[in-house]
């Protein structure tokens, strides 16, 4: 008996260390290197409706997503909306093949600890595709929104 409440007790705890971001929660911020290995920090982008897009090269459903999130990016991004994709790939070869092969033109960061990543982490992510969209102060205003939802809502939040 002792044994099983020690297991509920380990299995509960760490949900509660891996919980994701709620709605009308502050978006943790993070920095990351992009592309040209330039450190990039979510609060650079104060004042601006953004996307977190957490994904990888080799899922699937990140990238049949991909065009989608790179429409909404191009036709918003000049009214003050900006998409931050995060890789959890491990290798930087795949991710940067896959940036080109799906034409992404918003920003790429990348932390080649994958799913150990510490942005990762701390945004509760355990499955991919995950997104978070934020109002311009940088509060979680939805999640997991995608094509036409997402596209209401970032032309709801631009207007505010």
């Known amino acids: 008996m002792k044994f099983l409440i020690v297991i509920i007790l380990s299995f509960s705890s760490s949900l509660f260390l891996n919980a994701q971001v709620a709605i009308g929660e502050m978006a943790p911020d993070f920095s990351l290197n992009n592309p040209k290995n330039s450190k990039v920090s979510l609060s650079s982008f104060r004042g601006k409706v953004v996307m977190i897009d957490f994904w990888a090269s080799w899922c699937g459903p990140c990238r049949v997503a991909n065009p989608s999130v790179e429409r909404i990016y191009q036709k918003y991004k000049a009214k003050g909306f900006e998409v ?71 032309k709801e939040l631009i207007k505010k």
């Open 84 to 154: 931050l994709g995060i890789s959890i790939d491990n290798k930087k070869k795949a991710w940067l093949k896959a940036i080109a092969q799906d034409k992404i033109h918003y920003q790429q960061l990348n932390d080649t600890l994958g799913w150990y990543s510490p942005v990762a982490e701390k945004y509760g992510i355990n499955q991919i595709p995950t997104s978070f969209l934020l109002d311009k102060e940088g509060k979680i205003i939805a999640i997991d929104l995608m094509g036409s939802q997402l596209e209401m809502k970032v």
